[in-house]
Nanobody, 118 residues
Framework: VQLVESGGGLVQAGGSLRLSCAAS????????MGWFRQAAGKEREFVAD????????NYAASVKGRFTISRDNAKKTVYLQMNSLKSEDTAVYYC????????????WGQGTQVTVSS
């Protein structure tokens, strides 16, 4: 599975962005998909994930209510809609695939930069 993110950029605080992650490979629909982020000088942290059936997404407390994760198995794409962005959301965002619910990431994307200006 190869993962390619897009949609990052510069946005003002309070604004919105939508990240996309396009996957290749036949096993996409069987994987949980998720997003992680890493701010400068900090460790990579979990943001959100969604199971293959898209019935029960998980979110980090810091983004719950502002971010929405979704997936389209037919398009082999997972999305992260980010609203009400804050300066502390500034980070490189990484797409991930694997048995994420047990803390394992099998595949990473290359990352896309999100910068929120205050």
């Amino acid at each position: 599975v190869q993962l390619v993110e897009s949609g990052g950029g510069l946005v003002q605080a309070g604004g919105s962005l939508r990240l996309s992650c396009a996957a290749s490979g036949r096993a996409f629909s069987t994987y949980a998909m998720g997003w992680f982020r890493q701010a400068a000088g900090k460790e990579r942290e979990f943001v959100a994930d969604v199971g293959w059936s898209d019935n029960n997404p998980n979110y980090a407390a810091s983004v719950k209510g502002r971010f929405t994760i979704s997936r389209d198995n037919a398009k082999k794409t997972v999305y992260l809609q980010m609203n009400s962005l804050k300066s502390e959301d500034t980070a490189v965002y990484y797409c991930a695939a694997g048995p994420l619910r047990i803390g394992q990431v099998d595949y990473w994307g290359q990352g896309t930069q999100v910068t929120v200006s205050s």
